[in-house]
């Protein structure tokens, strides 16, 4: 039979073909004029829809979204640039909680770093005071020094001078610093406040009871 060699050589480069395009795979949609489109690769009448990759059994392989243009592509971009971040932020809240948990087991620990944080206050303060005090007595001593001079001003010492102006200046520094830590410890205590709202939170979803430390030793708000 001497068409049977050309026979299998054209059944051999259809079989071909046909691997080649199974290996592809069938590319179909509908386009805007409403037509089924089939092709072997991506069809560019569909570039503004959704387009199907299908098996050789007919089953979906994948799905290719529309080509976005410059604008949708940018407010895609930025879509996903405010998911990210979103992500991230979820991410640092939760390793700060973790954190906070770690710190603090319960309202024991952390009623106790807050007496401790406010001690540290109010032993700055006592000390600026007792400094302040130190300075009127040395103010009262100048004073005296002065009355020698309060009928002629104009005679008194250049060194008498300067430390009644450093008096001044270290009577000052020392009040502005007294007020500091006030508000120190209002920013501490509002720390602390915040810390505690979440804490309560977290110590509930992790099933421990918030144990506070009893009535004499919890700390005073000021």
């Given at each position: 039979m001497?068409?049977?060699g050309?026979?299998?050589?054209?059944?051999?480069?259809?079989?071909?073909v046909?691997?080649?395009?199974?290996?592809?795979?069938?590319?179909?949609?509908?386009?805007?004029?409403?037509?089924?489109?089939?092709?072997?690769?991506?069809?560019?009448e569909?570039?503004?829809r959704?387009?199907?990759?299908?098996?050789?059994?007919g089953?979906?392989k994948?799905?290719?979204?529309?080509?976005l243009?410059?604008?949708?592509?940018?407010a895609?971009?930025?879509?996903?640039?405010?998911?990210?971040?979103?992500?991230?932020?979820?991410?640092?809240?939760?390793?700060?909680?973790?954190a906070?948990?770690?710190?603090?087991?319960?309202q024991?620990?952390?009623?106790?770093?807050?007496?401790?944080?406010?001690?540290?206050?109010?032993?700055?303060?006592v000390?600026?005071k007792?400094?302040?005090?130190?300075?009127?007595?040395?103010?009262?001593?100048l004073e005296?020094?002065?009355?020698?001079y309060?009928?002629n001003?104009?005679?008194?010492?250049?060194?008498?001078k300067?430390?009644?102006?450093?008096?001044?200046e270290?009577?000052?520094a020392?009040?502005?610093f007294?007020?500091?830590?006030?508000?120190e410890?209002?920013?501490?205590?509002?720390?602390?406040?915040?810390?505690?709202?979440?804490?309560?939170?977290?110590?509930?979803q992790?099933?421990?009871?918030?144990t506070?430390?009893?009535?004499a030793?919890?700390?005073a708000?000021?």
């Open positions: 001497p068409g049977s050309r026979d299998i050589v054209a059944a051999l480069l259809l079989g071909a046909c691997m080649q395009v199974s290996a592809q795979g069938i590319f179909t949609c509908v386009d805007a004029k409403g037509r089924r489109l089939t092709a072997d690769r991506p069809i560019p569909c570039t503004d959704e387009q199907k990759e299908l098996n050789p059994t089953t979906v994948r799905k290719i979204g529309p080509v243009t410059a604008d949708e592509r940018a895609e971009e930025e879509k996903n640039r405010k998911a990210l971040e979103e992500r991230n932020r979820l991410a640092e809240e939760k390793k700060r909680d973790r906070l948990l770690i710190r603090y087991p319960d024991r620990a952390h009623d106790k770093e807050r007496v401790g944080a406010l001690a540290v206050a109010d032993d700055a303060i000390l600026a007792k400094n302040v005090e130190d300075l009127a007595k040395q103010r009262r001593k005296t020094e002065l009355e020698f309060q009928n001003p104009s005679k008194v010492p250049g060194m008498l300067r430390q009644v102006e450093e008096n001044n270290h009577t000052e020392q009040k502005r007294i007020a500091n830590q006030d508000k410890k209002l920013r501490i205590n509002a720390r602390f406040d915040d810390e505690l709202v979440k804490l309560k939170q977290l110590w509930a992790r099933g421990t009871p918030p506070a430390v009893g009535a030793s919890a700390p708000k000021r």
